[in-house]
């Protein structure tokens, strides 16, 4: 046994359903599926139901998170067609903007230069007024949407952060945007570094999500260009069984779990060193979203722990892996939070709400 004793990670994108879809996740449980994962910070997408595209829906989400979570949250407001930029009065309230630009699970599209042009221009007065400053824009733009993001956030000098790059050409873009000084960080989950459309007949509708999985030539670039990548995320994405196997399955898995185990796999295997890790789970996500330091929180891991990832041992409320029969290294033993132990042999211990929301006004976060 060799334990290892790492700060907190950062989950900077997942999805934890509350409100409208806990019969997939919650606040309680998707916090607890973190912990299990060595991980004490979470950020919440805005493609609930309704979505978080208000500053009344905010503040629910940011009550609701406060009662039940058992890791940290930051909430990301989110655009719609109809709404568009309602939010911006709690923009400070938020960890960053989520723009979906690309085909996606939810009522969150936005796929016209206007409204597109009005959320760039309006985050980046914002930005500029505001005394802390803000997030970035987190977009999520495949193919040709990736170019037209790129422009606005130079045109605007207003950051991007482009979740889950999953092509070559995107992260050769990406790549080439940085060489050129432009304000733009980047993303890959571990299903597209470590999965690719060669899994699919194995997976079926469990290897189903947004971006697709791509081509193995893909997964390859992601690896080449490793440097470009600021941040691995989850996307945790749970939806569940019974879902993925009806007719019309939405896409998206679960992730929150299996990142640490699968990272330091890869790190076993010579493939990446522990401080790539560190970088993208922590220093760069707290560094892009502003995240504050969590003072005595740590992870203990087992990085010589050998074990199969199973459906059955999941934390998430749904109970599923893509990465289900998968060995790998490095078991999460312990997670201590603010100097409590909140995790330990495999069972949660942290009360709900022990959990704080970022970026609240003082007095609205649960007290731990
Ligand atoms: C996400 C979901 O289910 O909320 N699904 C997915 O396939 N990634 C939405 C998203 O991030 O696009
Ligand atoms: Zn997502």
Known sequence: MTLLRLPGLVDAHVHLREPGYTHKEDFYTGTCAALAGGVTTVLDMPNTSPPTSTPERLAEKARLAAAKAVADVGLFVGATNTE?????PAAEQACGLKIYVSDTFGSLRIDELGALHRLFRTWAERRESSPAGLGPIAVHAEDLMLPACLALSQLYRVPLHVVHVSRRSEIELIRRAKEQG???TCE????????SQDDLPRLGPRGDMRPRLATPDDVAALWEHLEVIDVFATDHAPHTLAEK???EPPPGVPGLETMLPLLLTAVHAGRLELADILARCVENPRRIYRLPEQPETFVEVDVDARFVLEDAAMQTKVKWTPFAGWEV???VERVVLRGKTVFAGGQVLARPGSGRVLFQPTGATAIS
């Open 182 to 184: 432009l304000p733009v």
């Open 245 to 247: 196997t009806a007719p």
């Open 329 to 331: 290294f490095g078991r």
């Open 84 to 88: 568009l930029d309602a939010y911006l």
């Open 188 to 195: 890959a989950t571990p299903h597209h570094l470590f999965l």
